[in-house]
């Protein structure tokens, strides 16, 4: 692995780091905007904090490898063997679960896979409303 690739995560944890530091000066805030967090700085610190976190993800997206994947060109001959049937490859399955809020909307490659991230987006709703009924109850 090149070091270059750990260049973008290095920034974003130094500007985690001040950003929090700028927090605990008074120069920098961290607020929740619907389920968003946000910074808000007020001064240097918390700027150059801001700063670092932008330029963290931006270093870690060019840092990505872009590659496309080979073709290989084979030029027509003469009458070709009898052909094999190729070995099956097993297909890959994906599916992920994103939440909008407290809702959570499912995709997958197929239906096993769909279903299988339903379970989980309905699994990982549940305890989030645990999770908040135990923190207001709690509260209380």
């Given at each position: 692995?090149?070091?270059?690739?750990?260049?973008?995560?290095?920034?974003?944890?130094?500007?985690?780091?001040?950003?929090?530091?700028?927090?605990?000066?008074?120069?920098?805030?961290?607020?929740?905007?619907?389920?968003?967090?946000?910074?808000?700085?007020?001064?240097?610190?918390?700027?150059?904090?801001?700063?670092?976190?932008?330029?963290?993800?931006?270093?870690?997206?060019?840092?990505?490898?872009?590659?496309?994947e080979p073709v290989a060109v084979v030029p027509p001959t003469g009458p070709s063997p009898p052909a094999q049937a190729p070995a099956a490859t097993p297909s890959r399955r994906w599916g992920g679960v994103v939440f909008l809020g407290p809702i959570?909307?499912?995709?997958?490659?197929?239906?096993?896979?769909?279903?299988?991230?339903?379970?989980?987006?309905?699994?990982?709703?549940?305890?989030?409303?645990?999770?908040?009924?135990?923190?207001?109850?709690?509260?209380?």
């Amino acid at each position: 692995m090149r070091p270059i690739r750990l260049l973008g995560p290095a920034l974003f944890v130094a500007g985690i780091a001040v950003v929090a530091v700028a927090i605990a000066r008074g120069e920098a805030s961290l607020l929740i905007v619907l389920v968003f967090p946000v910074v808000q700085a007020t001064g240097g610190l918390g700027a150059l904090g801001v700063l670092l976190l932008v330029a963290g993800f931006v270093a870690s997206f060019f840092a990505l490898p872009f590659r496309a994947e080979p073709v290989a060109v084979v030029p027509p001959t003469g009458p070709s063997p009898p052909a094999q049937a190729p070995a099956a490859t097993p297909s890959r399955r994906w599916g992920g679960v994103v939440f909008l809020g407290p809702i959570p909307i499912v995709f997958g490659s197929d239906a096993r896979m769909t279903r299988t991230m339903l379970l989980l987006g309905i699994v990982l709703f549940l305890a989030l409303l645990a999770l908040t009924l135990i923190v207001v109850f709690l509260a209380i």
